[in-house]
């Protein structure tokens, strides 16, 4: 079983290419924010870290973090946002860590494939076998995220100022896939890569 890391800059069109892949390919395909998701919620190993953190005042009528909430305490305070992400970040990897053991024991899956925003800032190079880049031009992804999400220019400006650059991107990823074109191309990119 290949282990496999995709990530890239908002907009770029990760999940167009983790969908593709999870439809073609004998692939087990995981999205880091949804784990964490996951591990945020009651009985799971973050829930009672975060609550205790940022007070019960985060939690919806059912007793599950508000997503709103939180966001609003831990981005008012570089301190809060860092100390959930201590929490957070280790539990996920802990998480891929154990699961990729696992996986490689039942011999189920050809490919094993993380998406993470934070793959390179949280060295997952180190636990996996390789990290693929999706990139697209700058102006491509501005469209896709006015379009498809509504985003103003000053919320597309902080993201993308907050985020790595190319070049970071590829000195860590043995591959880049452009999604600046058609699904066709960037398809046929994966397919190169895959076989």
Same mark, same amino acid.
């Given at each position: 079983?290949?282990?496999?890391?995709?990530?890239?800059?908002?907009?770029?069109? +990760? *999940?167009?290419?983790?969908?593709?892949?999870?439809?073609?390919?004998?692939?087990?395909?995981? /999205?880091?924010? +949804?784990?964490?998701?996951?591990?945020?919620?009651?009985?799971?190993?973050? =829930?009672?870290?975060?609550?205790?953190?940022?007070?019960?005042?985060?939690?919806? *009528?059912?007793?599950?973090?508000?997503?709103?909430?939180?966001?609003?305490?831990?981005?008012?305070?570089?301190?809060? #946002?860092?100390?959930?992400?201590?929490?957070?970040?280790?539990?996920?990897? @802990? &998480? $891929?860590?154990?699961?990729?053991?696992?996986?490689?024991? /039942?011999?189920?899956?050809? &490919?094993?494939?993380?998406?993470?925003?934070?793959? $390179?800032?949280?060295? =997952? &190079?180190?636990?996996?076998?390789?990290?693929?880049?999706?990139?697209?031009?700058?102006?491509?992804?501005? %469209?896709?995220?006015?379009?498809?999400?509504? /985003? *103003?220019?000053?919320?597309? @400006?902080?993201?993308? @100022?907050?985020? #790595?650059?190319?070049?970071?991107?590829?000195?860590?990823?043995? /591959?880049?896939?452009?999604? *600046?074109?058609?699904?066709?191309?960037?398809?046929? %990119?994966?397919?190169? #890569?895959?076989?």
């Amino acid at each position: 079983m290949k282990t496999i890391g995709i990530t890239g800059g908002v907009g770029s069109g +990760k *999940s167009a290419v983790l969908e593709y892949i999870a439809e073609k390919y004998n692939a087990l395909v995981i /999205y880091a924010d +949804k784990l964490a998701y996951e591990l945020e919620s009651p009985g799971h190993i973050c =829930y009672d870290r975060i609550v205790e953190l940022l007070g019960r005042d985060i939690l919806d *009528s059912d007793g599950f973090i508000n997503k709103k909430a939180m966001a609003e305490k831990i981005f008012a305070d570089n301190d809060l #946002l860092r100390e959930v992400n201590d929490i957070v970040h280790p539990a996920v990897k @802990d &998480y $891929i860590t154990d699961r990729i053991r696992r996986e490689l024991e /039942y011999d189920e899956y050809d &490919y094993f494939v993380l998406e993470a925003a934070l793959l $390179i800032e949280e060295k =997952y &190079y180190e636990i996996l076998d390789e990290l693929w880049y999706v990139r697209a031009d700058e102006a491509v992804r501005r %469209q896709r995220l006015r379009s498809s999400r509504g /985003y *103003s220019d000053e919320k597309i @400006d902080s993201i993308m @100022d907050s985020q #790595l650059d190319d070049q970071t991107y590829m000195k860590y990823c043995k /591959y880049v896939i452009d999604n *600046s074109g058609n699904l066709t191309d960037t398809y046929a %990119q994966v397919d190169a #890569l895959m076989d």
